[in-house]
């Protein structure tokens, strides 16, 4: 039907999807792997600092605050990081702001209302943004007084104990970071939010933890995190030659013997994004970054005499998670492919080999979030309804994320793009007629071509009388999954043209 007329061709193709499922499996045995340290290691809640910090002798303090155009959220951020409790004349804020619109006016504006009240804030414009993020927060480290440094993005919201439940862990003179949990204040606006959540709880509950606790190298997350002054200079401090910097000095630094903490139980709110091209900007940063961090520093994990092989394949699993994405795409392509020779040849005994693959590949996915949810208390139900959601929503950017990692094995420059805020928390709050709104890309096209592709897919084994059905529910969830994440690319990016103009030209005028 597809020109694959001889038998050989059609022992390639089932074979190669064999070696892709394969491949696919070793990344999926990674996540009950997590899920075993965690169960393993999790007992007893976060660890207890060392000693605790008399009032009268804690350490000065520098809050970063990396900006860049941030009208909707700088003021959220400002106000909320200026109430942590915590002694004022111990306390220094720093607003890194790269801003070219009017998120320097407003933040200078609240700054100096916040002097007046006794406040240390200063803020710290750049009319050029060399090196991006990590730059901003190397030129503002220079002209930090604190020992330790918190960082907090524009999209969170901290709470007035955050230092207080982190600063303690620094009695221990080895610790040089104290990472926290994210949490959400936008988690139930919609079922793109949900999703999202769900994937960013996977991580933090789970791989944080059981890397953290079994003595795995684990990562600071760029922000909700506190560094020790000292462990930024002697790592080599901030570096803007990858996309993801917190990741790239957080392996620096563990190589240089510092200790990382993780707080599972200290949470720090955050906003995540309600559009889904500002999703898939953030995905492709999120995925590229960590594969030019593995082609920078897996060489030197791999060759190390000091760690052993468990924080090695740890490393390894880590740092190169995301060619799965690229993998992904080629069982995408294949799939449909494999299935037309079954229908055509009747070679349904290849499902022996193959269909246990799979499921157990999707099975460790459900296993894996499904555990994540059940930690912070979701219901039984709760997850199941959002199961189906959160795998789709993982297919369908798999174009976006396989770009990325291949741009970095290719050595392809894109510059840092951040991922837009909208101060979007409640449910019917709308971001339409936001400024900064992505634009939808040609990998839309190509997600819509893959679920139609899948959509023929199944069409060919519902109406083949030869065909078995049980080849059905994954092509369904792969048509599902790349559907939903292009119709709603696509939804966004016009909604966001049509309603974007007016507070456009608002911002013009003023």
Known sequence: MLGLSSSFWETLLLGTYFVVLVLLSFYGAHRYMIVYLYRKYARGGDPDPKARFDDDQLPMVTVQLPLYNERYVVERLIEAVCQLDYPRNRLQIQVLDDSTDDTTAIAREIAADKRQAGIDIEVLHRDER?????????????????????????????????????????????????????????????????????????????????????????????????????????????????????????????????????????????????????????????????????????????????????????AFYHLTANVAYVLMVVLALLMPLATFVRVQQGWYEALLVDLPIFMGATFSVCTFYWVSQREIGRS??????????????????????????????????????????YAIQKVGESWVSKLYLQKSTLMTLVEFSLGAWFTYAIGVVLFDPKAGLVSIPFLALFQFGFLYVALTSLFHALRGARGGGEEAAVANES
Do not use: C
Not at 388 to 395: K, R, S, T, Y
């Open 130 to 314: 060399t090196g991006y993020k990590a730059g901003a927060l190397a030129e503002g480290l220079e002209k930090a007084d604190g020992d330790l440094i918190a960082v907090f993005d524009a999209d969170f919201v901290p709470k007035p104990d955050f230092l207080r439940n982190t600063v303690h862990h620094f009695t221990d003179d080895d610790v040089g970071v104290v990472q926290a949990r994210w949490d959400y204040i936008n988690r139930d606006y919609s079922l793109l939010t949900r999703a999202q959540t769900i994937l960013l709880d996977g991580h933090f509950v789970l791989e944080h933890t059981a890397r953290h606790r079994s003595g795995r190298f684990f990562n600071f997350n760029g922000t909700a995190g506190l560094w020790r002054r000292e462990t930024i200079e002697d790592a080599g401090g901030w570096a803007h030659d990858t996309l993801t910097e917190d990741l790239d000095l957080s392996y620096r630094a563990q190589l240089e013997g510092w200790e990382f903490v993780f707080l599972q139980d200290v949470t720090a709110p955050s906003e995540v994004p309600v559009e889904m091209n500002a999703f898939k900007a953030q995905q492709h940063r999120w995925a590229k970054g960590s594969i030019q961090t593995a082609l920078k520093l897996l060489p030197r994990i791999l060759r190390s005499d000091d760690l052993g092989w468990p924080r090695k394949l740890e």
């Open 380 to 421: 039984p139900w709760a997850i199941l309804t959002l199961l189906p959601a959160v795998l789709g929503l993982g297919i369908g950017v798999s174009v976006n994320n396989a770009k990325a990692v291949l741009e970095a094995l290719w050595g392809y420059d894109t510059p840092f793009v951040r991922t837009p805020k």
